[in-house]
């Protein structure tokens, strides 16, 4: 509430934000109340999360409407403990980096081209932290026999 009756619904796409919640150790992945927010903000009632052609994910009101950040797409991995989704998103991640092989801050998930910063050192770094999270909790996801 902002004291005259309005409210304002939402999660930071960044970090700290409530997605980011079993990350940042406030709480477990399989906490009650964490979990009903993570269906929140997953959902269709978050107005910053963004559907497209390439990508569903958080964006924020930072660089506008349709952009999704690979930030918070990683933290939704990081704090799944769904592997069907993990590898989706590992996926979506893969394909929306406009050929540059590095996260940007955001993208658009209509045309992943069209990115904010070409050289993000914040969210590349917290996708090293992914993979080496998956490499101890999942190894199959990504290690190859």
């Given at each position: 509430?902002?004291?005259?009756g309005?409210?304002?619904v939402?999660?930071?796409?960044?970090?700290?934000?409530?997605?980011?919640?079993?990350?940042?150790?406030?709480?477990?992945?399989?906490?009650?109340l964490?979990?009903?927010t993570?269906?929140?903000?997953?959902?269709d009632?978050?107005?910053y999360?963004?559907?497209?052609n390439?990508a569903?994910?958080?964006?924020g009101?930072h660089v506008?409407?349709?952009?999704?950040?690979?930030m918070?797409?990683i933290?939704?991995?990081m704090?799944?403990?769904?592997?069907?989704?993990i590898?989706s998103?590992?996926?979506t991640?893969?394909?929306?980096?406009?050929g540059?092989?590095?996260?940007?801050?955001s993208f658009?998930?209509?045309?992943?081209?069209?990115?904010?910063?070409?050289w993000?050192?914040?969210?590349?770094?917290?996708?090293?932290?992914?993979?080496?999270?998956?490499?101890?909790?999942?190894?199959?996801?990504?290690?190859?026999?």
């Open positions: 509430m902002n004291g005259f309005g409210f304002n939402m999660d930071d796409a960044n970090v700290p934000s409530l997605l980011s919640l079993p990350y940042l150790g406030f709480m477990e992945k399989s906490d009650p964490y979990l009903r993570r269906k929140f903000l997953l959902s009632y978050n107005p999360r963004f559907k497209g390439f569903t994910g958080i964006g009101p506008g409407l349709n952009y999704v950040w690979p918070s797409l933290v939704q991995a704090t799944s403990t769904d592997t069907t989704e590898v998103l590992l996926d991640l893969k394909k929306t980096t406009a540059t092989g590095f996260m940007h801050e658009n998930v209509e045309d992943p081209t069209q990115f904010t910063r070409p993000f050192a914040w969210v590349n770094g917290l996708y090293g932290e992914l993979i080496l999270q998956l490499a101890r909790e999942h190894p199959e996801l990504i290690f190859q026999a």
